[in-house]
Structures are given as C-alpha cells and as structure tokens.
C-alpha cells in the first residue's frame, strides 16, 4: 500500500481480491498441527527455526 493514500478503490479491491484468489494454496493438514499426545492442554510456544 502506498503510504500517501491507504484507501482503495472498489474495483482495485476486487483486482486484489481476484489476484489472492487467482493463487493456489497448499493442502492443510491438521494433524500436522495439533500437540503431541503428552502436550494436549499445555501452551507450546515452539519456535520452527531453532
């Protein structure tokens, strides 16, 4: 977004909504996502790039 003017106009947010959309998107998986057995419940701030 510029920073002199954040607004948008109705047709360039469809042409940007059209372009998001136009993009596939990766399969999600949500038992890649969810704690391990032991870990249900606890709060798991892990970091991936450690």
Do not use: C, T
Not at 2 to 7: C, E, I, M, Q, S
Request: charged share 30%.
């Amino acid at each position: 977004m510029p920073l002199d003017d954040p607004y948008l106009s109705k047709q360039e947010a469809l042409d940007i909504a059209a372009f998001v959309n136009s993009h596939s998107w990766p399969k999600f998986v949500l038992k890649e996502h969810l704690p391990k057995a032991g870990r249900v419940g606890e709060y798991n701030a892990e970091r991936s790039d450690r």
